[in-house]
T-cell receptor, first 114, second 112 residues
């Protein structure tokens, strides 16, 4: 059973461009979480999704950030009009139904905004 | 979710037991203690969790005091690959899932 997959692993964008980060949860997992880790800082929760539903988005910035987890395909974290302060590592985690609290993390996407 | 307090850093000799403390004096009766670790530049890794009884798995043991105000994660035979930041997280367990709130953690350095 493959682990949580994230792509790309590294992403470079110029200010004002869009960034799309993808997360494929482990097989059978229907819960997805996104976390952000700014340089030299701790991990911060961003959003929690189940298939086609956003359950908790209390950690998402109010503007430019959005997330989805469609019925088919990976979860997408989208950042519009990126700024330098968006440079960070973005981690996705998934958990299975019935055991939502054991979250399995992916390797992360390192976003660099020039 | 209850707040946790951990030492900023610790050292441990390779092959010895690493004992990582965590204080959670405001923990509620329905809150579990979770431990995760993050090896440099990698995604966090789940280690263990417990409510009030001591727990053991292939990675570690979790000792929770009787009053549940503190706990200790024990890595019985630390190796160099156990060098990482260890996070103690206290939160409610429910079937609706929920976010993990990471503190600053303990940076464990295992030395040869």
């Amino acid at each position: 059973n493959a682990g949580v997959m994230q792509n790309p692993r590294h992403l470079v964008r110029r200010r004002g461009q869009e960034a799309r980060l993808r997360c494929s949860p482990m097989k059978g997992h229907s819960h997805v979480y996104w976390y952000r880790q700014l340089p030299e800082e701790g991990l911060k929760f961003m959003v929690y999704l189940q298939k086609e539903n956003i359950i908790d988005e209390s950690g998402m910035p109010k503007e430019r950030f959005s997330a989805e987890f469609p019925k088919e395909g990976p979860s997408i974290l989208r950042i519009q009009q990126v700024v330098r302060g968006d440079s960070a590592a973005y981690f996705c985690a998934s958990s299975p139904p019935g055991l939502p609290d054991e979250q399995f993390f992916g390797p992360g996407t390192r976003l660099t905004v020039l | 979710d209850a707040k946790t307090t951990q030492p900023t850093s610790m050292d441990c000799a390779e092959g010895r037991a690493a004992n990582l403390p965590c204080n959670h004096s405001t923990i509620s009766g329905n809150e579990y203690v979770y431990w995760y670790r993050q090896i440099h530049s990698q995604g966090p890794q789940y280690i263990i969790h417990g409510l009030k009884n001591n727990e053991t798995n292939e990675m570690a043991s979790l000792i929770i005091t009787e009053d549940r105000k503190s706990s200790t994660l024990i890595l019985p035979h630390a190796t160099l690959r156990d060098t990482a930041v260890y996070y103690c997280i206290v939160r409610v367990y429910n079937n609706q899932g929920g976010k993990l709130i990471f503190g600053q953690g303990t940076e464990l350095s295992v030395k040869p």
